[in-house]
């Protein structure tokens, strides 16, 4: 016990290996804390440019949308004859995701590669589940168009020189056309 106060007391330069090592773990800390915040933008952009396609496909179901909101509902029907027929456009949200992300198709999954060709993110398994709004004679509170879509998005992730196991996540999304008045 006495041996040990003598070292940590002792004022001869037996603190360097200590301040290495202690600058070692603070380095280690700062690259695992900059994966965990890279990983998370990448999802955060990912779930932006999903929104974004999904709003564009909502903004395609405009037109159809709006003779509903004419006749007093908020749905996607084209009147035809003496009846209403759903009426629906399910956009392309993977070229709009390609042009967004700059990704490029491989199989069924949608790549984003960087200047090495080595994989930096991978999209696949989109659902689209659009939900019209019903036609209603009367009351039309909490009723609209809606789009609800999710993604399965795999970042590959690499600490301290090694690759670990990919980050695999499902992105959620969704978006609406509510009437105004």
């Not at 908020?74 to 700059?102: C, K, R, T, V």
């Not at 589940?129 to 609800?148: K, M």
Request: charged share 20%; glycine share 10%.
């Amino acid at each position: 016990m006495k041996k040990l106060k003598g070292i940590l007391f002792n004022n001869k330069g037996s603190g360097f290996p200590l301040a290495v090592a202690i600058t070692l773990c603070l380095v280690m800390i700062f690259s695992g804390v900059s994966e965990y915040f890279r990983l998370m933008i990448i999802a955060q952009g990912v779930r932006n440019a999903l929104q974004d396609a999904v709003i564009t496909t909502v903004n395609d179901n405009y037109d159809n949308v709006y003779h509903g909101v004419r006749e007093g509902y908020s749905g996607g029907y084209q009147p035809i004859a003496s009846n209403f027929q759903e009426s629906i456009d399910y956009g392309d949200i993977y070229n709009q995701l390609d042009e967004i992300l700059g990704l490029e198709q491989s199989g069924g999954e949608h790549v984003k590669y960087d200047s090495n060709r080595e994989t930096q993110l991978k999209i696949y398994n989109l659902t689209v589940n659009i939900e019209n709004a019903p036609i209603a004679s009367g009351d039309t509170a909490g009723q609209r168009f809606e789009i609800n879509s999710t993604i399965v998005l795999e970042v590959p992730v690499s600490f301290a020189g090694k690759v670990l196991p990919t980050m695999r996540i499902q992105v959620r999304n969704s978006a609406g056309y509510t009437p105004k008045f």
